[in-house]
């Protein structure tokens, strides 16, 4: 299998691309962010439909339950993140963004340790 390297990213797969491309062009990181979710849950629904055409089963059915599920993962994983009492956005990005930054460190978070956490 090929790998195309593009500096510090290697893509494996030709379908990791179209997610990263909004990074490469969009200087907000949240708004690059979203355009990358976006992008992916545009992915999926392609990809179900065309399993769904493959498998000669209602294409516009399958496209829409995979997406489906791309959608619940994501609130998942946003909702797990805002539960986490971390930033939804990370520090780097709110810099960027101009989203206002947490005042007070997160200090026992399961992705962070206490070696993180300012004294």
């Given at each position: 299998?090929?790998?195309?390297?593009?500096?510090?990213?290697?893509f494996?797969?030709?379908?990791?691309?179209?997610?990263?491309?909004?990074?490469?062009?969009?200087?907000?990181?949240?708004?690059?962010?979203?355009v990358?979710?976006?992008?992916?849950?545009?992915?999926?629904?392609?990809?179900?439909?065309?399993?769904?055409?493959?498998?000669?089963?209602?294409?516009?059915?399958?496209g829409?339950a995979?997406?489906?599920?791309?959608?619940?993962?994501?609130?998942?994983?946003?909702?797990?993140?805002?539960?986490?009492?971390?930033?939804?956005v990370?520090?780097?990005?709110?810099?960027?963004?101009?989203?206002?930054?947490?005042?007070?460190?997160?200090?026992s978070?399961?992705?962070?340790?206490?070696?993180?956490?300012?004294?």
């Amino acid at each position: 299998m090929s790998t195309v390297s593009a500096g510090p990213i290697r893509f494996r797969r030709p379908g990791d691309f179209p997610v990263v491309v909004p990074f490469i062009f969009i200087s907000k990181v949240v708004l690059a962010l979203r355009v990358s979710n976006l992008l992916a849950i545009v992915t999926q629904f392609i990809g179900g439909y065309a399993l769904g055409r493959y498998t000669g089963g209602r294409p516009w059915l399958s496209g829409a339950a995979m997406s489906g599920i791309g959608v619940a993962l994501l609130a998942i994983i946003m909702a797990r993140r805002l539960d986490s009492g971390l930033p939804v956005v990370p520090a780097q990005a709110q810099a960027r963004s101009g989203v206002s930054a947490r005042t007070t460190p997160v200090c026992s978070s399961p992705f962070h340790g206490p070696a993180r956490c300012a004294k």
